[in-house]
């Protein structure tokens, strides 16, 4: 009735199953010795750190994204379409800058007397 018996398999010789259990063994130390070097604190550690470098590598090309088109817009403020300075924007930012700057000195003076 259906299936195949043992009998339809021809037998296999002792020096066939010994040579099966030994290439079993030689898998079973390959993936030990792999399994070994997986489990490693320092191969853990070498892929945290690997991680966490691509995490902050990631992070910097945004922040560098962003910060670039900060700067632009900054620029677009100060420059027009063809790249020549406007004046009018560019004085009044100058005297701030400096009116802050003078504000600072003036601040840490006081602080020192």
Do not use: C, W
């Amino acid at each position: 009735m259906g299936g195949a018996s043992t009998q339809d398999k021809p037998e296999r010789t002792a020096a066939q199953i010994e040579a099966d259990i030994e290439r079993t063994r030689e898998r079973l130390a390959v993936n030990l010795d792999e399994l070994a070097v997986r489990i490693h604190p320092s191969t853990i550690s070498a892929q945290v750190k690997a991680k966490a470098m691509a995490a902050v590598e990631e992070k910097t090309a945004k922040a560098y994204v962003a910060a670039s088109g900060l700067v632009e817009k900054a620029r677009a403020q100060f420059v027009d379409e063809k790249g020549q300075p406007r004046k009018e924007r560019i004085v009044p930012a100058a005297l701030v800058g400096v009116g802050l700057v003078l504000l600072v000195a003036a601040s840490r003076k006081r602080r020192k007397d």
